[in-house]
């Protein structure tokens, strides 16, 4: 995925509750310190590092903690995703597109939508407001699920496949013109800086 990394090193460590994070539910926690009896791996990642000719001179070490937060994504990420390929699983995420290159999450996506690498049918349902992803050429319209809040805040789910049209149209350009529904109401946001313009010369 061209994260930079050529090499990784793992150190087994042991592992508490308190070091897992108070942001971990107890339970969570528990439930972790239980499956991994009490250890974990310290990760960490090697860079090629070149001169100012582009000739290799050094390998340089990070901890897995000091990469971008799309980099610890993506390998948070490998893990599970193979697990749920290999034994035909399912994985729901929120926020996928979060941290995430374009592009990754295609490659993600068409990994679930390949006879090849998902034989068995395994699942993945994300939510995103990437809308680069809304294209036939990776889902079908059945495959496509919109959500959008009504005035009360009460959500209403539906599917694309409600809509009559072909399934190789433009989805990502009929989204954004508001065909489907399920876009933010957006109002006059300058109103806000001119409102507190006068303000400021009023006091």
């Not at 090499?7 to 460590?13: A, L, P």
């Not at 971008?68 to 995420?93: C, H, P, V």
């Not at 597109?97 to 349902?125: C, K, M, V, Y």
């Not at 496949?161 to 149209?169: F, L, M, Q, R, W």
């Amino acid at each position: 995925m061209d994260l930079g990394i050529d090499d990784i090193n793992t150190n087994q460590i042991d592992i508490t509750e308190d070091e897992l994070g108070d942001n971990i539910p107890q339970e969570i926690r528990q439930e972790i310190i239980k499956n991994s009896g009490g250890k974990g791996n310290w990760i960490n990642t090697k860079h090629r590092k070149f001169d100012s000719e582009n000739k290799f001179i050094s390998t340089e070490t990070f901890d897995l903690e000091d990469e971008s937060e799309g980099t610890k994504k993506a390998f948070a990420l490998a893990g599970i995703l193979f697990d749920i390929l290999k034994n035909t699983r399912t994985l729901i995420i929120d926020e996928f597109d979060a941290r995430l290159h374009p592009l990754i999450s295609r490659a993600i996506l068409e990994l679930f939508n390949s006879n090849e690498t998902n034989p068995n049918n395994a699942q993945l349902i994300v939510m995103s407001h990437d809308t680069n992803l809304l294209s036939p050429k990776l889902f079908r319209r059945d495959q496509i699920w919109f959500t959008e809040k009504d005035r009360y805040g009460a959500t209403d789910l539906y599917s694309l496949v409600e809509y009559d049209i072909s399934d190789d149209a433009a989805f990502e350009n009929d989204y954004i013109k508001g065909r489907y529904g399920a876009i933010p109401y957006i109002g006059d946001l300058s109103q806000l800086i001119n409102s507190d313009g006068e303000k400021k010369e009023k006091s």
